[in-house]
């Protein structure tokens, strides 16, 4: 099969179409047809050697997570799927899942039955992102009907996901954005947009029962505007050891978060999905001899939504 391998840790330009065997899949696992695979900002953190290149280990490896697909082999074990089924999943992750190639294999419960309604393409643009998103608002959060919560990077991949999963739990959703995506967020559900260029959030919020920090640079100054108890979560940069001294002293609340496989949070993705609360936007759709230019346009940060390689 086709696979994209990279012998070293650098730039875009490593990344190469090889020919490597098909996986088989072991009891409890599926094989799955690749249709198409996201592309993450951790894919390329980790291509260079951040993101979890650690636990990735040294070259050679194969990128990606998000996967959407059709299961072409099932292993003993398996009774959730049957071949020819439509799933899709963010399997393994962190360790190494293979998503940039024509065939992946995990376990079956690292999968969840595609909703009609979302192309592959669209299918792939959503795990990891809608998983994020879900995991810490519904499980880290625990969002309440009528909570006010602040995203920064609303506008991002996972940022205009996180809107819809927030008002879908009745919360009030809070922005900070740039005054021209204010129509578009609105129309996600977005109660008030703060352009983070001219307004300073500090000075306009307050009693905040939660913020999530998408960008990874906003967690002091967020502190304040949290009611006490509050949760600050800080999801690409983590949380460091002052900063939660801070919130401590504040009486606030403030921790990391990496997402990590999740059928429950799969199935209220595809809830969401199939009921019209949850929808995904692609940018830009790339071929897999085209994933080079994917990690350009995704390192450049000017996508408008999530990008996605077309495998098959």
Known sequence: MRAVLQHEFGGPEVLAIEDVPVPKPIPTEVQVRVHAAGVNPVDTKSRAGRGVSRVLGEPPFCLGWDVSGVVTAVAPGVTRFKVGEEVFGMPWFPRQAGAYAEYVTAPSRH?????????????????LAALTAWQVIVDTIQIQEGDDLLIHGAAGGVGHLAIQVAKAR???????????????????????????????????LGDLDAVID????????????????????SVPSGVSQDLLDAARAARRRATGF??????????????????????????????????????RLAEAGHSGGKIVIRVV
């Open 214 to 233: 998408f960008v990874g640079s906003y967690g002091e100054s967020s502190l304040p505007v949290l009611r006490p108890g509050g949760m600050l979560v």
């Open 170 to 204: 009745g919360a009030n959703v809070i922005g900070t954005a740039r005054s021209e995506q204010a129509d578009q967020l609105a129309a996600l559900g977005l109660d008030r947009l703060v352009d983070y260029r001219e307004e300073r959030f500090e000075e306009l």
């Open 111 to 127: 999968f969840a039955r595609k909703p009609a309604v979302l192309s592959h393409e669209e299918a792939a643009a959503l795990p």
């Open 258 to 295: 990496l997402v990590e496989p999740d059928p429950v949070g799969l199935a209220g993705l595809c809830h969401l999905i199939e009921a019209g609360h949850l929808r995904v936007h692609v940018d830009r759709v790339f071929d897999l001899d085209q994933v080079a230019e994917a990690h």
